[in-house]
Structure formats: structure tokens, C-alpha cells
């Protein structure tokens, strides 16, 4: 295993003030305050939000192609690459089909859209207009990846492009052999100097927290949800239940404690719910797992391809949100019909990666090309999708980080004892650096 990240020395453990966890949870609160108190005000602190997310995704492109390049030239075996990318395929083809099940089958216990009865002749189709204008199909998808030049991938931020590049590149690097070395050097030098400036942006993440939530509480209150507020509520508590059943059963197997876990990543979780934005998190996550005890080659492919193969929550959102628009406009849909759409989003999910509003986007896209539900309907949904994406994107950065540590087992690349150490021991918590 490479040891440019993981190995670190140990630490004492940082007292309750210095925890970056703490901080971003009371910007929250404050947050939430003034959304409801000043909610005009409250709506003019989203560039704090906007801005912080800004200086992480700048970070994205440059951090996948230099984990990913310096993580195979490290396994320096391309059937062993070509074995964990299939492993990781399995993986997130399991987990997304159960999502969007344990979706589907959520809103049909609990029904949130029946009784409501939208008359569609009182809604208007333009809000959705723009997004009924994004391709979000398979062919489109696969041709996405090619970028039009080696820049342009980091240019236009596209993760996909960005993992392509890079396995091309580690695969070169592989066949050249050792004479390759000074430049994987260079590389890992350029890796940890994207880590350390991921440090020091991290630790505005609670301005950024702040601004996120003032807006989406101050733009959509509370009272004003009161006519939706049970499929948010329903929404969440699926989330809840997916990362559950996920999860539980993870940890058995692979042998750590959940609540720990959670204790382990809870910055990122929190941030991911704050900006409702799991790219902020991809730089820590990374780097959490490598310190954790999965082989940096294998976080450097698995991690980032989950951003584009392991949509759980945004499965979660559409299984729950196609039923629930059909049910709102008493459009009737049987289990077979059911079954059909799910099909649909399992291709539509796939399409959306580097597509702004991806999770909307494939919702348009999946009724659309149903033709069942109205597609006009959508905007129903489009007034709370960041209300919602609060809920799916923590779910993906907990269930994507979870694949993660089932692939390195898998793999038979995980450092259990040191993986048992860390999270008994509290070694880090937040804030840390991890590429001493």
C-alpha cells in the first residue's frame, strides 16, 4: 500500500472547540435561525454557500487525476485495475438497484401524494422547460465521457472525463514501467500539495455551511411547505432506512462499528447536508479512507467512479418522486408499470453525471420518456428538490463511502487492524492534516 496518505503519525486527540465538526454544526443552527427569523436576509448569504463550493470543485480535477494516475502506477497491473473497476460496477449496481426498490416501495406504503388531487390545467410546464432540453440518456452519457482535449476535461470539471483521463494516463504509466518513476514522484508531490490546499478551504466550511442553510431556509420557510411537508418527511425517514439496511450489514461484514463510522466521517456528512453537495466532500473522503486502511489506488478509482455509477440517494429521490407526482395527479400506475420505470431510471441515473440539478434532470427525463405523468407535474417537485437533495446527498456520501470499504475488502486491500485502531481511537476527528 502506497503510504503517501495513510501514513500519518498519531495524534492526541483534539479537545471539543478546535473540531471542525462542531463548528460547522453551530453555523447551521445559526444558519436556521436567521432563515426563519430574517428570511430576506437569510437568502442573501447564499454566495457564502456558492463560494465555498466554488473553491472545493476547483480542487476536484486536479485531486482525481493525480490520486488516480499515482494510485495505479502504484498497483502496476492493469488486470488488477481492470478487476477492482469490475468489482465496483457489482457493487453499485446492487446498491442502486436497491435504492430506487426501497424507494418505490416507500411511497406506496406511505402514499404521500394520494389526496392532494393536482388539477394540471392550473399548472404551468415552462419551469421545467429548461430541463426537458438536457439529455440525460445513455448515448449521450458514453459519448460524454471523451473529453474534447486533455485540458478540457479539467476545464469543464467533468468528473467522468476527468477519471478517463486518468486511467489512460495511469495505464501509460504502467506500461513505461520504472522509468516512469520521477514523474509518478512529481505526481504524488502535486497530489499532496492539492490536500493540503483542500486543508486550509476546509476550514471556511462553516461560513459556507452558514450561507447554504440561511438561503434554502430563508427561500423556502417552513409554512410554506406545509402542502409537501409529508413527502419531505417520508423522504427523509427512507433515507434513514436505506443507509440502514445498507449500512448495518456493510459493517458486520466487514467488521467496524457503524455508529463509529459516522462518528469518523461526520464532517463531511454534515457539510454534504449543509451545501447539499457531495463534490465539497469527495477531497476529504478520499483521503479519510486511505487513513482509514483501503489501498490509495483502489479509493483513487472506486471513490470518484460513485459519482457518476453509485447515485443511491438521487435513486431514493426518483423512485419516490415518479410515484408520488402519479399519485398527486391521480395518474394510475401499476406494479408492472412500476417495475418498467425503474428499469428506465437505472439508464436515465447513469446519464446525468456533470449535468447541473442532475437528480431533477433524470426525473424529467424518466417521465418524459414514460409518457404516463404529466411532465408538467414536475415543477411540484422542483419547488422542494433542494429541500430533498438534503436528504439524498449525505445518503450517497455515507452509502458511496461504504462501497468503498466493501470493495478494498473484497480486494483483500484493507488494513483491518489499522482501520479498528483508528475508529477506536478517535485518531481524527476533524480539521486534521492527513499528508503530514
Known amino acids: 500500500m502506497s503510504t503517501s496518505i495513510a501514513a500519518v503519525p498519531s495524534r492526541k486527540h483534539q479537545p471539543l472547540f478546535r473540531q471542525l465538526w462542531l463548528w460547522v454544526a453551530a453555523a447551521m443552527v445559526i444558519g436556521i435561525v436567521l432563515g426563519v427569523v430574517d428570511p430576506d436576509l437569510g437568502i442573501l448569504m447564499k454566495p457564502f454557500g456558492d463560494a465555498f463550493i466554488k473553491l472545493i470543485a476547483m480542487t476536484i480535477g486536479p485531486l482525481v487525476f493525480c490520486t488516480i494516475v499515482n494510485g495505479m502506477a502504484h498497483m502496476a497491473d492493469m488486470n488488477r485495475v481492470g478487476r477492482v473497476a469490475l468489482k465496483a460496477i457489482v457493487i453499485f449496481e446492487v446498491m442502486t438497484l436497491l435504492a430506487e426498490l426501497v424507494g418505490l416501495l416507500a411511497v406506496n406504503i406511505l402514499q404521500p401524494g394520494v389526496g392532494m388531487n393536482v388539477d394540471m390545467g392550473s399548472i404551468s410546464g415552462h419551469a421545467v422547460d429548461e430541463y426537458l432540453g438536457k439529455e440525460a440518456s445513455f448515448v449521450p452519457f458514453v459519448m460524454g465521457i471523451i473529453p474534447r482535449s486533455l485540458v478540457s476535461a479539467f476545464v469543464e470539471g467533468n468528473i467522468l472525463q476527468v477519471l478517463f483521463v486518468a486511467i489512460l494516463c495511469g495505464s501509460a504509466l504502467i506500461w513505461i514501467g520504472p ?258
Open 179 to 436: 522509468k516512469a518513476r520521477p514523474l509518478v514522484d512529481v505526481i504524488d508531490a502535486a497530489m499532496k500539495m492539492i490536500f493540503g490546499i483542500v486543508k486550509m478551504v476546509m476550514w471556511v466550511a462553516p461560513i459556507g455551511a452558514y450561507g447554504a442553510i440561511a438561503f434554502t431556509v430563508g427561500k423556502f420557510g417552513f409554512a410554506s411547505l406545509s402542502s409537501l411537508g409529508k413527502l419531505i418527511g417520508d423522504f427523509y425517514v427512507t433515507c434513514l432506512v436505506f443507509i440502514l439496511i445498507v449500512s448495518l450489514p456493510v459493517a458486520r461484514l466487514c467488521g467496524f462499528s457503524f455508529p463509529k463510522f459516522i462518528r469518523y466521517f461526520r464532517d463531511e456528512i454534515l457539510v454534504s447536508i449543509a451545501t447539499t453537495s457531495a463534490e465539497v466532500v469527495l477531497p476529504r473522503l478520499m483521503a479519510k479512507l486511505t487513513y482509514l486502511g483501503c489501498e490509495e489506488g483502489i479509493v483513487g478509482l472506486v471513490v470518484p467512479a460513485g459519482y457518476s455509477f453509485n447515485l443511491t440517494g438521487a435513486c431514493l429521490y426518483l423512485g419516490m418522486s415518479v410515484v408520488f407526482l402519479a399519485q398527486a395527479t391521480n395518474t394510475p400506475l401499476d406494479i408492472a408499470h412500476q417495475i418498467m420505470l425503474l428499469l428506465i431510471m437505472n439508464i436515465t441515473s447513469k446519464g446525468s453525471a456533470g449535468i447541473a440539478g442532475a437528480a431533477f434532470v433524470v426525473l424529467v427525463a424518466t417521465i418524459s420518456m414514460d409518457g404516463t405523468i404529466p411532465v408538467a407535474s414536475a415543477v411540484i417537485i422542483l419547488g422542494i428538490h433542494r429541500l430533498m437533495s438534503q436528504g439524498f446527498t449525505p445518503t450517497f456520501v455515507i452509502t458511496n463511502t461504504m462501497a468503498t470499504i466493501v470493495v478494498t475488502r473484497w480486494e483483500k486491500a484493507m488494513d483491518v487492524k489499522r482501520m479498528t485502531r483508528v475508529l477506536e481511537s478517535r485518531e481524527y476527528g476533524v480539521g486534521e492534516d492527513f499528508h503530514s
